[in-house]
């Protein structure tokens, strides 16, 4: 196990709707990546925060906000949600600088209907 | 063009088989290379890093090749327990660190 715990673990949305995603980090670590994995796909970074500021955003729009918190753990929102948002969405955490492994959390498997 | 692509498979190979995966990216610029595991419905973990040097792991070898962008993942000696999606990953030059995911290449090692 990695110490990446991420909540809920299942999540049934409508079309529209807003989702809050959790995140808590590995012991030690700063640094939270969400990245969204479709059916098929390989994962897709949507943005990166490090001590509580966003440090790099993918390819998402605004919709798609995060916030991360003094104990560094982080939250993924969605607003008006889209069927195409439906996927796993992953958190991974890992310290600051160089290329230092991320951890990946077991995801939250979002649908939207 | 996607920045990191692979070739998804399936690859399905005996038990004993060697296999090679294969990735190619696009940017230049590119910084680290890995590839990663993931099995079924669960999240994605390292399997190694790759270096220009080469990286070898007990039957696990990966490969760098910079001037022609291309990375490579060789499994000797196949197990029941490979059989999983293997992620080549790219972390480019000033991303802030954003792993850059290929789409997998799924592996099915049968007995």
């Known amino acids: 196990e990695t110490g990446v715990t991420q909540s809920p673990t299942h999540l049934i949305k409508t079309r529209g709707q807003q989702v809050t995603l959790r995140c808590s980090s590995q012991?030690?670590?700063?640094?939270v990546s969400w990245y969204q994995q479709a059916l098929g796909q390989g994962p897709q970074f949507i943005f990166q925060?490090?001590?509580?500021?966003?440090?790099g955003r993918g390819n998402f729009p605004p919709r798609f906000s995060g916030l991360q918190f003094p104990n560094y753990s982080s939250e993924l929102n969605v607003n008006a949600l889209e069927l195409d948002d439906s996927a796993l969405y992953l958190c991974?955490?890992?310290?600051?600088?160089?290329?230092?492994?991320?951890?990946f959390g077991p995801g939250t498997r979002l649908t939207v209907l | 063009r996607k920045e990191v692509e692979q070739d998804p498979g399936p690859f399905n190979v005996p038990e004993g088989a060697t296999v090679a995966f294969n990735c190619t990216y696009s940017?230049?610029?590119?910084?680290?290379f890995f590839w990663y595991r993931q099995d079924c419905r669960k999240e994605p973990k390292l399997l190694m890093s790759?270096?220009?040097s080469g990286n070898e792991d007990g039957r696990f070898t990966a490969q760098l090749n910079r001037a022609s962008q291309y990375i490579s993942l060789l499994i000797r000696d196949s197990k029941l327990s490979d059989s999983a999606t293997y992620l080549c990953?790219?972390?480019?030059?000033?991303?802030?660190?954003?792993?850059?995911f290929g789409k997998g290449t799924s592996l099915l090692v049968t007995p």
């Open positions: 012991s030690g670590h700063n640094t």
């Open positions: 991974a955490s890992s310290s600051a600088g160089g290329d230092d492994e991320q951890f």
């Open positions: 925060y490090y001590r509580e500021e966003e440090n």
């Open positions: 790759v270096y220009s």
């Open positions: 940017n230049s610029a590119s910084q680290s």
């Open positions: 990953v790219v972390i480019p030059l000033l991303s802030g660190y954003a792993l850059n």
